[in-house]
């Protein structure tokens, strides 16, 4: 229904990923117990990195290594971890979990946020450019990213830290303003139809997140998402400022030369609401009342970030402080946000996360370290086709791969959507996996063993 370009709504970079939070050690027929390696390539958010973490048990630990497509997608990843371990003595729970939220699907930020996003720039910042061979810390390593990559993090956290309004750097570009920015893509996305594009928006939420089983979206708050890009309206406050970490650069082709041209190039159609806001454990969220959901999309990533939060603070390796879980949960004003530090960032028992270089999936078979290594692979929709024969090599021997599919890739059909898990069956066996048929299937992902032999 959408008309224009429909193949531009899911974007060309991934601020978020098309499916919700997944706990990886329980995706296949086995839970690896003890110590795990977990390999994610283009997940795009830490969404199952914290939902992995919230299902360990005490005597368990984790690796996560990530690897994505861009250095702007690591350097946001990065800052969505360093806001999910900002330590309760200086944050309340809730207020984290809104500017958590906020950063992660927002397109402009209130004026607060802006203030702490910039803090949490400075410190990675200098996290980057200090890591040599070891960590900072443990959930922010970057130590094995190339020098370049390294120094192309540091520029973009420069880029986040400068203000808008300034006009003392020479070398800063013009500012972007988010609402031209998101509306330039919306025109583009649907061409024609833009004078009537409520009716499209309306039609995209009905008739294809609905049909989907996402009832739990909330007509109105979505149809704000895909007219300005803000997904997460919590808190009374001016959302005006624009979000820098959803800013990246495209390379156009005019007249021959190519011309990089920064501006919002991630989705405008799915939306940021799968990551949290569309499962939850807890059933009293998806009650209804007149066939209409009590609960939003907004209020169900509230509960779920939350509750990720809490169970971070659970792994902690300090001893926690005399408050009460009440008195956590109250925003604090007696510490300055912005003097939190890297080193007092939650500090986690047993869990650790490594940024690989971007090209680094098919070196991995080359290296002895990583010889039968992963326990658990995860691909997302963008990076199945970089599965191949050369990946049995890194995966343990009874290792699973989960495949993202294409169900809430809206510009899809219904049979471009079964071609691409068909696609994706193929690909796996032609790499030496078969598919888990004792487990639970859907059509979100798709879970596979190595071959027997």
């Known amino acids: 229904m959408s008309g224009g370009r429909a193949a531009e709504g899911a974007g060309w970079v991934s601020w978020w990923g098309f499916s ?39 005597e368990e630990s984790v690796h996560v290594w990530v690897i994505e497509s861009s250095m702007e997608v690591v350097a946001r990843q990065l800052l969505l971890l360093y806001l999910a371990l900002m330590p309760q003595e200086s944050i309340g729970l809730n207020e984290k979990t809104e500017i958590y939220l906020e950063v992660f699907g927002n397109g402009e930020i209130r004026s607060q946020t802006e203030g702490i996003l910039r803090h949490a720039a400075s410190q990675l910042s200098l996290c980057v450019t200090e890591t040599m061979e070891t960590a900072v810390h443990p959930c922010l390593n970057t130590a094995l990213l190339k020098f370049k990559e390294r120094d192309e993090l540091a520029r973009i956290f420069k880029s986040w830290i400068q203000s808008q309004s300034s006009s003392s750097s020479s070398e800063r570009s013009v500012p972007i303003f988010m609402s031209k920015a998101w509306d330039y893509r919306v025109r583009q996305h649907l061409g024609a139809r833009y004078d009537s594009k409520k009716g499209s928006f309306d039609w995209d939420l009905t008739m294809k997140l609905q049909e989907k089983g996402c009832g739990v979206i909330n007509k109105q708050q979505y149809m704000q998402w895909r007219e300005r890009g803000l997904a997460f309206e919590m808190r009374e406050g001016v959302y005006q400022i624009t979000n820098p970490t959803l800013l990246s650069s495209r390379v156009f082709s005019q007249r021959g030369n190519k011309v990089a041209v920064r501006g919002y190039w991630g989705d405008i159609v799915s939306s940021p609401y799968l990551s949290f806001g569309i499962e939850t454990d807890d059933k009293s969220l998806l009650k209804t009342q007149n066939g209409q959901h009590i609960k939003t999309a907004q209020d169900i990533s509230f509960a779920n970030v939350q509750a990720l939060f809490k169970s971070l603070s659970g792994r902690r390796g300090c001893p926690s402080t005399s408050q009460s879980d009440t008195e956590r949960e109250e925003p604090s004003t007696q510490i300055d946000l912005k003097s939190v530090t890297i080193n007092d960032l939650m500090r986690l028992n047993d869990i650790s996360v490594t940024f690989l270089p971007l090209d680094s999936l098919h070196k991995l078979p080359e290296k002895k370290k990583y010889s039968h290594f992963f326990n658990t692979i995860y691909l997302s929709t963008s990076c199945v086709h970089q599965l191949d024969q050369t990946m049995t090599q890194i995966a343990a021997p009874d290792a699973v791969v989960v495949m993202e599919l294409a169900k809430y890739i809206l510009d899809l059909n219904k049979d471009q959507e079964a071609d691409f898990a068909a696609k994706v069956a193929s690909i796996a066996l032609a790499a030496g996996f078969e598919p888990w048929l004792e487990g639970k299937s859907d059509d979100v992902h798709a879970v596979f063993i190595p071959q027997t032999k």
């Open 20 to 58: 919700p939070a997944l706990d990886l050690l329980t995706a296949g027929p086995v839970r690896q117990e003890e110590e795990a390696n977990v390999l994610l390539v283009g997940s795009a958010d830490p969404r199952h990195i914290l939902k992995t973490i919230s299902g360990l048990r005490i």
